[in-house]
């Protein structure tokens, strides 16, 4: 099992910005992809990037690209989303997610086998 801790959500104004991280434990983290997907109320889970086991290629949803960028650090075991020009819409709970294919990176969810519980990002307009 591979688990996975989100943290660095909170409450930022519209145009702001926020770092999530993902420290992840229990299995060889730079043998997998690893993604970031958001849900708000009411509305299914959705893809936001995702980055191959190297670092090396990296997908972004329409919605984000230019705005957020998804980073790893194999020695530290962590995976980062850095959200700038935060919108309203941009809220909802963030979750990190481990695919054992190391690439390409996925967009689907179930191409992913491991999940963090969540970190809430709230923009304010």
């Known amino acids: 099992q591979m688990q996975l801790v989100e943290s660095g959500g909170g409450l930022v104004q519209a145009g702001g910005s926020l770092r999530l991280s993902c420290a992840a434990s229990?299995?060889?983290?730079?043998?997998?992809?690893m993604g970031w997907f958001r849900q708000s109320p009411g509305k299914e889970r959705e893809f936001v990037a995702a980055?191959?086991?190297?670092?090396?290629?990296?997908d972004y949803a329409d919605s984000v690209k230019g705005r957020f960028t998804i980073s790893r650090d194999n020695a530290k075991n962590t995976v980062y989303l850095q959200m700038n020009s935060l919108k309203p819409e941009d809220t909802g709970v963030y979750y990190c997610?481990?695919?054992?294919?190391?690439?390409?990176?996925?967009?689907?969810?179930?191409?992913?086998?491991?999940w963090g519980q969540g970190t809430q990002v709230t923009v304010s307009s």
């Open positions: 997610a481990a695919d054992s294919t190391p690439w390409p990176e996925g967009r689907r969810l179930n191409d992913y086998d491991y």
């Open positions: 229990g299995r060889t983290f730079s043998n997998y992809a």
């Open positions: 980055i191959s086991y190297s670092g090396r290629t990296r």
